[in-house]
T-cell receptor, first 115, second 116 residues
Framework: AQSVTQLGSHVSVSEGALVLLRCNYSSSVPPYLFWYVQYPNQGLQLLLKYTSAATLVKGINGFEAEFKKSETSFHLTKPSAHMSDAAEYFCAVSEGNQAGTALIFGKGTTLSVSS | DAGVTQSPTHLIKTRGQQVTLRCSPKSGHDTVSWYQQALGQGPQFIFQYYEEEERQRGNFPDRFSGHQFPNYSSELNVNALLLGDSALYLC???????????????FGQGTRLTVV
């Protein structure tokens, strides 16, 4: 069965600092991987996705993630944090090899940004 | 484009009651998935509908059932509510016909269900 592990339930950074949110996955088939962001009392918004094309994926709001098969990782980064980045971030893997099918989510990482 | 819309936004029910949540998918989407997000947790997949049939199901009891209508909208029904059913219920829509490279799930803002 596929699974996702997000290392660190809470990450705190200063405004302008590098953001690194960690995600490791387990999958018996080539995975489709996603990062979603959730603001308080909101649904989930897709930041970026990996669907077996380029291993370095660029998303919205300056975020990017690199798929590393050897490390089974898909860590999310942003060079310079902004106050508006404070939110809950979820890594997810698609069950099956077609994007849009059932998603398996990690437990989430809360990102705090201080001025 | 209205995106994915869910109703109601908030709901309070008593243990043992039944509840129905509703979802309208994004325009052009034909597939609806439902997720349960408990407080402080990631969303958990309940089931997925397309062509008016349940196609995939997660590890949820039969108390959770659903329906998809010809206009692709969907309902989630939960019978015999338990305190543990209190959660944010998220609906996601996607399209099966855009190919795996272009398919992604769009989420609604959710329905907050509180069981007392």
């Amino acid at each position: 069965a596929q699974s996702v592990t997000q290392l660190g339930s809470h990450v705190s950074v200063s405004e302008g600092a590098l953001v690194l949110l960690r995600c490791n996955y387990s999958s018996s088939v080539p995975p489709y991987l996603f990062w979603y962001v959730q603001y308080p009392n909101q649904g989930l918004q897709l930041l970026l996705k990996y669907t077996s094309a380029a291993t370095l994926v660029k998303g919205i709001n300056g975020f990017e993630a690199e798929f590393k098969k050897s490390e089974t990782s898909f860590h999310l980064t942003k060079p310079s944090a902004h106050m508006s980045d404070a939110a809950e971030y979820f890594c997810a893997v698609s069950e099956g090899n077609q994007a849009g099918t059932a998603l398996i989510f990690g437990k989430g990482t809360t990102l705090s940004v201080s001025s | 484009d209205a995106g994915v819309t869910q109703s109601p936004t908030h709901l309070i029910k008593t243990r043992g009651q039944q509840v129905t949540l509703r979802c309208s998918p994004k325009s052009g989407h034909d597939t609806v998935s439902w997720y349960q997000q408990a407080l402080g947790q990631g969303p958990q997949f309940i089931f997925q509908y397309y062509e008016e049939e349940e196609r995939q199901r997660g590890n949820f009891p039969d108390r959770f059932s659903g329906h998809q209508f010809p206009n692709y909208s969907s309902e989630l029904n939960v019978n015999a509510l338990l305190l543990g059913d209190s959660a944010l219920y998220l609906c996601a829509s996607s399209s099966r016909y855009r190919g795996p490279m272009n398919t992604e799930a769009f989420f609604g803002q959710g329905t907050r269900l509180t069981v007392v």
